[in-house]
């Protein structure tokens, strides 16, 4: 079974722009999770989605969005790029949600985003 | 709000050596689920283990084991004779029962020496 993949894998964007990543979960996973990783604020959780629908939600700021599809694929967007924003973006997903103790993440390989 | 730490940033040891990673934890919640990643110098992270709160049960896969002890919130990841390949970050982490956060700690770099 194919893992979790994510695309691009690297990215440099200027600030001010806006930014795009994607994230292919698992076949059969329906809940996907996006976490930001940088060196200072290590792994800190975005949101994640379920059935397409935003479940939870971090505290990052409104320029940070995301959304799944019907087939369980998500994206994240980042807008008005900032230097900060500059950091490794890891998308994890997982089988089913509350209840089953099936909560264990797999995550993908990561977009690296560079904001110059 | 949950809270996971880990106190040591850093191990260094010797290969073949027995190293014990500490995660304490911090929840409200009666129900959690905690685990346990590692992340080589590739980047990608990797599942270990997962506990549910309501099993206490230890584990040993390999060289690997787990002990959870509700009792100190405590979920502590030991590898026996170490290897070179498992030098990476080592990431204990919490899902509380109540929502879908999974709450990272700092993590732990494990640098296992030939």
């Known amino acids: 079974k194919a893992g979790v993949t994510q695309t691009p894998r690297y990215l440099i964007k200027t600030r001010g722009q806006q930014v795009t990543l994607s994230c292919s979960p698992i076949?059969?996973?329906?809940?996907v999770s996006w976490y930001q990783q940088t060196p200072g604020q290590g792994l800190q959780f975005l949101f994640e989605?379920?059935?397409?629908?935003?479940?939870n939600k971090g505290n990052f700021p409104g320029r940070f969005s995301g959304r799944q599809f019907s087939n369980s694929r998500s994206e994240m967007n980042v807008s008005t790029l900032e230097l900060g924003d500059s950091a490794l973006y890891l998308c994890a997903s997982s089988l089913v949600g509350f209840g089953t103790g099936n909560h264990e993440q797999y995550f993908g390989p990561g977009t690296r985003l560079t904001v110059t | 709000a949950q809270k996971v730490t880990q106190a040591q940033t850093e191990i260094s040891v010797v290969e073949k050596e027995d190293v014990t990673l500490d995660c304490v934890y911090e929840t409200r919640d009666t129900t959690y689920y905690l685990f346990w990643y590692k992340q080589p110098p590739s980047g990608e992270l990797v599942f270990l283990i997962r506990?549910?709160?309501?099993?206490?049960q230890n584990e040993i896969s390999g060289r690997y084991s787990w002990n959870f002890q509700k009792s100190t919130s405590s979920f502590n990841f030991t590898i026996t004779a170490s290897q070179v390949v498992d030098s990476a970050v080592y990431f204990c982490a919490l899902i509380p029962g109540s929502n879908y956060k999974l709450t990272f700690g700092k993590g732990t770099l494990l640098t296992v020496n030939p």
């Open positions: 506990r549910n709160s309501f099993d206490e």
């Open positions: 989605y379920f059935s397409e629908t935003q479940r």
């Open positions: 076949s059969g996973h329906r809940s």
